[in-house]
């Protein structure tokens, strides 16, 4: 029988991944959209007609019990979040209601109308954040430096709580940084490669940004998508570490971004205090062997490649996009 998928966040990086890969099993994916003056379908643009959309509100537990009466899910993947750390601060209360107790919502919906559906919940190493051992793996204690990041340990435990209290099979995947062409021009790595392209193109004249020396763990959301789908493939449900088990600095990020088209990107960053974050998180990297023993799970993008993916990516984008300014301007 075909196996039917409800996917929060679906229009997001992580979302419009997952869709595609589930799709290609032959998935029957449906996602929760809320309701909005003007949608962002750009990453899925490419499978829209393929997905059946639903309309919800993590905030809004009768929705969410709706949206999986309509969907009746084998598999439920909640990937939706006040994703990005900086906001949280500003943003804390917001960060809370999304990040953290709509996990709640979720899992009560799923409990309430399809309690044998499998779970995944959307962790994140900011959960590590001032880091007790290196590399951190499934067993390393939590110590979060952002609302973001104690949002996403409530969102963690609450889904270890369902699965011990009512037999659930809720699971969550401690993802490390992973990035993408599709990734939101918020996050640095984007904010880097989509600079890179506008400098390279006589766009734009300098990079403003934060600490250099931060390190992470940065890999390819392709490939992490796979894993999410792997954990709900098991006998039993874990919570597993997904990370490339290498780190690298922001420097070095831009390093190898501004090369790749033949600049020094000392003659274009600049240090703005405005980037530096509240508490600073100064590395992250992930012991993935679990991951790798268990589910079988394989990285097929390195780093470099990586990088040179989003650069490459956004060169074409904004060239498109110049040349459109260019017309409009002639007529």
């Given at each position: 029988?075909?196996?039917r998928?409800l996917i929060?966040g679906?229009?997001?990086?992580?979302?419009?991944y997952?869709a595609?890969?589930?799709?290609d099993?032959?998935?029957?994916?449906?996602?929760?959209r809320?309701?909005?003056?003007?949608p962002?379908?750009?990453?899925?643009?490419?499978?829209?007609?393929?997905?059946?959309w639903?309309?919800?509100?993590?905030t809004d537990l009768?929705?969410?019990?709706?949206?999986?009466?309509?969907?009746?899910?084998?598999e439920?993947y909640?990937?939706?979040?006040?994703?990005?750390?900086?906001?949280?601060?500003?943003?804390?209360?917001?960060?809370?209601?999304?990040?953290?107790?709509?996990?709640?919502?979720?899992?009560e919906?799923?409990?309430?109308?399809?309690?044998?559906?499998r779970?995944?919940?959307?962790?994140?190493?900011?959960?590590?954040g001032?880091?007790?051992?290196?590399?951190?793996?499934?067993?390393?204690?939590?110590?979060?430096?952002?609302?973001?990041?104690?949002?996403?340990?409530?969102?963690?435990?609450?889904?270890?709580?369902?699965?011990?209290?009512?037999?659930?099979?809720?699971c969550?995947?401690?993802?490390?940084?992973?990035?993408?062409?599709?990734r939101?021009?918020?996050?640095?790595?984007?904010?880097?490669?989509?600079?890179?392209?506008?400098?390279?193109?006589?766009?734009?004249?300098?990079?403003?940004?934060?600490?250099?020396?931060?390190?992470?763990?940065?890999?390819?959301?392709?490939?992490?998508?796979?894993?999410m789908w792997?954990?709900?493939?098991?006998?039993?449900?874990?919570d597993?570490?997904?990370?490339?088990g290498?780190?690298?600095?922001?420097?070095?990020?831009?390093e190898?971004?501004?090369?790749?088209?033949?600049?020094?990107?000392?003659?274009?960053?600049?240090?703005?205090?405005?980037?530096?974050?509240p508490?600073?998180?100064?590395l992250?990297?992930g012991?993935?062997?679990?991951a790798?023993a268990?589910?079988g799970?394989?990285l097929?993008?390195?780093?470099?490649?990586l990088?040179?993916?989003m650069?490459?990516?956004?060169?074409?984008?904004v060239?498109?996009?110049?040349?459109?300014?260019q017309l409009?301007?002639?007529?």
């Amino acid at each position: 029988m075909q196996k039917r998928a409800l996917i929060t966040g679906i229009t997001g990086q992580d979302g419009s991944y997952l869709a595609e890969l589930l799709l290609d099993k032959g998935y029957e994916v449906y996602g929760l959209r809320r309701r909005t003056s003007t949608p962002n379908y750009e990453n899925v643009s490419h499978i829209k007609d393929r997905i059946k959309w639903i309309s919800g509100d993590l905030t809004d537990l009768a929705s969410l019990i709706e949206a999986v009466k309509a969907s009746d899910p084998d598999e439920v993947y909640n990937l939706a979040a006040q994703s990005f750390v900086a906001a949280s601060w500003p943003q804390p209360l917001l960060t809370g209601q999304i990040t953290a107790l709509s996990v709640t919502n979720m899992l009560e919906a799923v409990r309430i109308m399809k309690p044998n559906a499998r779970f995944y919940q959307a962790s994140s190493s900011e959960m590590y954040g001032k880091v007790v051992e290196t590399p951190q793996k499934e067993t390393t204690p939590f110590y979060p430096r952002s609302p973001y990041g104690v949002s996403k340990v409530y969102g963690h435990w609450i889904t270890v709580n369902y699965r011990e209290s009512f037999n659930m099979f809720a699971c969550s995947g401690i993802l490390f940084n992973h990035e993408s062409p599709r990734r939101g021009h918020e996050f640095v790595t984007r904010k880097v490669t989509d600079a890179v392209a506008r400098i390279k193109l006589g766009l734009q004249k300098e990079l403003r940004m934060g600490n250099l020396d931060s390190l992470r763990d940065w890999g390819f959301a392709g490939d992490y998508v796979k894993a999410m789908w792997l954990m709900l493939q098991q006998d039993e449900p874990e919570d597993y570490v997904i990370s490339t088990g290498e780190m690298h600095s922001v420097k070095e990020l831009l390093e190898v971004a501004f090369s790749y088209v033949g600049l020094n990107y000392e003659d274009y960053v600049v240090i703005d205090q405005e980037f530096v974050r509240p508490a600073e998180v100064d590395l992250l990297l992930g012991d993935c062997t679990k991951a790798k023993a268990k589910l079988g799970w394989e990285l097929n993008v390195g780093f470099q490649q990586l990088v040179h993916m989003m650069v490459d990516e956004d060169l074409k984008r904004v060239r498109a996009e110049d040349r459109y300014n260019q017309l409009m301007l002639t007529h």
